[in-house]
């Protein structure tokens, strides 16, 4: 047995050395939250076992590869796999530990799903021995974990599951931490960011930190778990309200025709201002999606943070505007789409304002759209069949008329004024300014 197996027992009641379970760790969704922290656990000694509901990442999993792209996952996963620490399942076994890392997606009029967190929860409680410890990651909205309790308490009668505000633990512990890693930096995060974990009591907060000490090289946080819900909504709310910020003034200054860049620039030099950065829109599947589970909790008090939504989704409208704008000033001129990413150097496109933009204006001017994209191999499924084409940079230079940077990659910021010159030129990320 190695030292993380002995260091979960330590942590359990008595009870939970009698059964053996099958695995010290199972993680309910292998996708870009479950399947690095999968590997993390694995490399760091813990016997993990990964579940998925699609039969295809258990057999590419399985098989030591990845799905998904992320820095330095795809050698990490081969290792744990190798080493026979890490295995994928579509069954959940019996574990010590329980982390659920599945989607919690958006619903109709922006209230929170968490279907997927209540499926795993009643795939989780058949398996439970006293002394496991069910510990959820996704995003969530507040009284989550609560949930979480009453779905294992309704399936096992016979477990003393705790209950928020008991001041003893009960035959099992239940807890909330939040993944906070940014995609592109996951791996390094994991380990190096501190953690915030919420006990349903705090005997559950505590045998939940336990896991976390053993590969976290951050502080790890004890607090209840309705707090640690909140933290997480507050962090990418807090975010995604300074980003509107950012495009709120660049819509204002488009208006009044003063360089939104140059400003920003000068009001960063005080000592108490830090603007961020305008963009085309906020993509990807964290800040343009967590605010709303905050809106949801107290809609009526929450003005600012369902405003700033708004202006963020609004930029993207606003910079396809400016867009057909210049196509029809140019008659019959092409413009160059550079990027499709939700940010620079991923290859993620989910809820990607840059995809949005280019999909729109192909739908309606396909022929006139050449889009570059270092991280695509072909368009994706929403230009096929537009007539929009995917091109290479050069080729995007010579052909165009109208050159729009939607993502700053890497890829593009060698680009200068002088390779640029001649062109009509919207620069939504301000890449050429810096
Ligand atoms: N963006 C701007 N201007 C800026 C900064 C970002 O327009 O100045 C845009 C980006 O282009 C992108 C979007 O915002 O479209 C989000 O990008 P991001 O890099 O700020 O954040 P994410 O969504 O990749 O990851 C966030 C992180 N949260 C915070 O920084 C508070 C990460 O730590 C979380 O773990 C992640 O959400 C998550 O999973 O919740």
Known sequence: MNAPFEAAKAIGPDAASEAIPDHEIAVIGLGYIGLPTAAVLATRGWRVCGVDVSQSVIETVNAGRVHIEERDLDGLVREAVASEQLVASLEVPTAHFYMIAVPTPLGADNAPDIASVEAAARAIAPKLLPGACVIVESTSPVGTTESVAEIIAGVRPDLAVPRFGDREGGDIALAYCPERVLPGRIVTELVYNDRVIGGITPDCAGRAAALYHSFVKGDCLVTNARIAETVKLVENSFRDVNIAFANELSMIADAMEIDVWEVIRLANRHPRVNVL??????????????????????????????????????????????????????????????????????????????????????????????????????????????????????????????????????????????????????????????
């Open 277 to 434: 950065q305008p963009g085309p829109g906020v993509g990807g599947h964290c800040i343009a999606v967590d605010p709303w589970f905050l809106v949801s909790g107290a809609p009526d008090k929450a003005r600012l943070i369902r405003t700033a939504r708004e202006v963020n989704d609004h930029k993207a409208i606003h910079t396809e505007e400016r867009i057909r704008k210049q196509l029809r000033a140019a008659r019959y001129g092409k413009a160059a789409l550079l990027g499709l990413a939700f940010k620079p150097d991923i290859d993620d496109f989910r809820e990607s304002p840059a995809l949005e933009i280019s999909t729109s204006l192909a739908r309606d001017l396909g022929e006139r759209i050449l889009v570059v994209e270092p991280f695509a191999e072909q368009l994706p499924d929403e230009l096929a069949g537009t007539g929009a084409k995917l091109v290479t940079l050069d080729a995007a230079l010579r052909e165009a008329e109208i050159v729009v940077v939607l993502v700053d990659h890497t890829a593009f910021r060698h680009l200068t004024p002088e390779d640029l010159s001649g062109h009509i030129v919207y620069d939504t990320r301000g890449m050429l300014k810096r």
